[in-house]
């Protein structure tokens, strides 16, 4: 596939994602059917929303590979009930068998759902940090989930994975040569980029956004994410990218809504502390150019203030 054929493709897929759609696919407890990105990776895109009842926390995208001798599922899912559809959703399209899931992080729609596979007996792969993560905040995840998956929770236990890795995680399934990717801090602890190099698809998992505003927690380093989108992300040429919320795209996609927006966001709080501005004030400096994000309202002036502190003694 020519790179403009490539780009073509990715274009004619469906672009309306909104957090204001409560539900894209309502025969199926999925936000969204999975669709075929290229030739057997195929991803179920979740809504750029916060996790509603309408949603069932289907807000994250969860991917599968079809390798020809097994299927690699990114992402277990919020909870039991989405993990089950997915599942039925990929043996629609394949009758090879699910080997091996892999959690893009440790939060809860990467992570919750994991039990369902390990019934089956599917290994769940993930970064040493993330399970640790996992496991530390797993009973307040899980609470949270209940709260709003209501009767969608049913099934779910709280389960880590059952393999970790540091820096990378080779696999030859099939067809296909996957790299399982640390790249470096980015989002949140133990975030991995799932690597076809042969196709050049990444899926990006939270180092990558570009139709929902990145969310930034307390303990993220946005100096950190920066550098390894730099020197390592950026680097390794994908030409498709699923990212970890929203539609699939292209790196230029989301270096405009991820690199960009840490970049302008972290110059306009400099900008505020060299002129001696507080924390008070800080919730407030200029994101306009990114109003039109979803979960822009969530999320711009709790973004601020977490930069603000982080900044404040770089």
Known sequence: MTRFAALFALAALPAFASEDIPDQYPQSVLYEKPVQVIPNVWSAIGATAPPTYENAGHNNNL????????????????????????????KAVTDQPVKLVINENGQGHAML???????????VLAHVDAAHEFEEYQTQIFEGMKRYARENAEGTVPTGPTITFEDRHDIDMGDMHIEVLHLGPAHSAGDIQVWLPEQKMV??????????????????CTSCWLETWETAFEPLGALYVIPGHGHPTNMDMVRIGTHDYLAYLRGKIGEHLDNGGTLDDAYYVDQTPYAHLDTFEELATKNAGVVFTEMEFE
Do not use: C
């Not at 991917?63 to 990929?90: C, Q, R």
């Not at 994991?114 to 089956?120: D, F, I, K, R, S």
């Not at 899926?203 to 993220?220: C, L, Y």
């Open 63 to 90: 991917s599968f590979i079809v390798t020809g001798d097994g299927v690699i599922v990114v992402n277990a899912g919020a909870n039991y009930a989405l993990s089950k559809a997915l599942h039925d959703e990929i």
């Open 113 to 123: 759902g994991n039990n369902y596979w390990t019934e089956q007996g599917i290994d």
């Open 203 to 220: 899926i990006a998992g939270d180092i990558a956004f570009h139709e929902r505003m990145p969310p930034i927690f307390a303990d993220t």
